[in-house]
């Protein structure tokens, strides 16, 4: 039973050891009840492989590192994939989650990862090395990280829209 077991946990460790992890802000929270405050703290964590996977979790706990590591849960629960053209994103895309707005534009190579902290944190997660973005609406880290994310889930190749729209890949253009 114990061999089963540490194999588990080995195999386990090996799976994500090649996903790379991201804090994008731990903050803390306190709740207030008839005794008192209770303090405690809010954790948003990105996680991706760089290779166009990337998820985002958000945990709460009482101590520091039990948030991080259920934010980290959290995200690789949510892992999605991410087309990619080379470098960067294949269009133009405006991600909304409540009051943050994260617009996403393609750049030409060498450009670099043009993005505030939330968003540049997902972007190099994902692998995008040449983007520029721009947050229109909440500075709040959560909404913007949720925004990224939605936005880079509307994403879609050219295959992909010549065949939901039955056409050649060349009349697109």
């Known amino acids: 039973m114990d061999k089963r077991q540490n194999r ?5 460790n090996q799976v994500k050891s090649d996903l790379l992890e991201k804090v994008i802000e731990i903050k803390p929270v ?8 209770i303090r405690s703290f809010s954790a948003i964590v990105a996680v991706g492989d760089g290779k166009g996977k990337v998820g985002v979790g958000l945990g709460k706990a009482r101590g ?3 948030a991080v ?20 994103i294949p269009h133009q895309v405006l991600g909304v989650y409540g009051a943050g707005k994260v617009l996403l ?29 721009k947050s ?11 925004a990224t ?10 295959e992909q829209v010549s065949a939901l729209r039955s056409k050649e890949i060349e009349s697109l253009h």
């Open 136 to 146: 229109l609406g909440s500075a709040n880290k959560i909404n913007i990280a949720y």
């Open 8 to 12: 588990r946990r080995r195999n386990d």
């Open 149 to 158: 994310m939605e936005g880079l889930k509307e994403l879609q190749t050219a």
């Open 69 to 88: 590591r259920k934010a980290i849960d959290t995200a690789r629960k949510s892992m999605v994939s991410i087309p990619l053209v080379g470098t960067t």
């Open 30 to 37: 306190s709740k207030t009840v008839k005794g008192g405050r």
């Open 105 to 133: 534009k393609p750049a030409s190579e060498g450009t670099g990862v043009i993005a505030g902290s939330a968003a540049r944190a997902i972007l190099e997660l994902v692998g995008v090395r040449d983007i520029l973005t």
């Open 64 to 66: 520091v590192p039990d």
